[in-house]
């Protein structure tokens, strides 16, 4: 859990890290953050949070594609690891407002939640340029109602 310093005090992000000792899986932060006491008790953050993180599984469909990819001598495997990327996200998004609208005004302090997710430059390999990306549940506290997604930009080239 990390208070985003640069959007404002009110927002907490709450990121999707790999999980110790198992491969191929990765799951949201479940550690109550301190900045929703009197908002959300500690068991619905938990309860919220494990809901999200059994809607974004994909180990079966990781499964599956690694079977079809065996068969088809690795041909489809980097477009289906871009499908399973996007199914993801999507799944993501929709657990994460799923959970959001059970916040969103129940309280005298309303929060929403959704997904950011933030692009980088990862460097060169074998001549080709690689990003990443990072995601993380944001929660804004007070009701804000800007999405945060941020995307970072090529550089610019000097031949312009």
Known sequence: MIV???????????????VQGECCKAAFDATYPQQLNGIITINEFQESIENINK???IKRSLIILIIISAFTLFLCFPLGIMILSFRRHTKMRRAIEE???????????????????????AGMSRGRQQFGAVSCIMIDIGGSTVPTNQIATQPQSYFN
């Not at 985003?4 to 790999?18: E, K, Y």
């Open 4 to 18: 985003d310093p640069t959007n404002n005090s009110n927002s907490i992000q709450i990121p999707f890290l790999p």
């Open 99 to 121: 959970e959001s609208a059970k916040y969103s005004t129940r309280s005298s302090k309303p929060c929403r939640w959704h997904l950011d997710v933030s692009a980088y430059y």
């Open 55 to 57: 809607k974004v599984s």
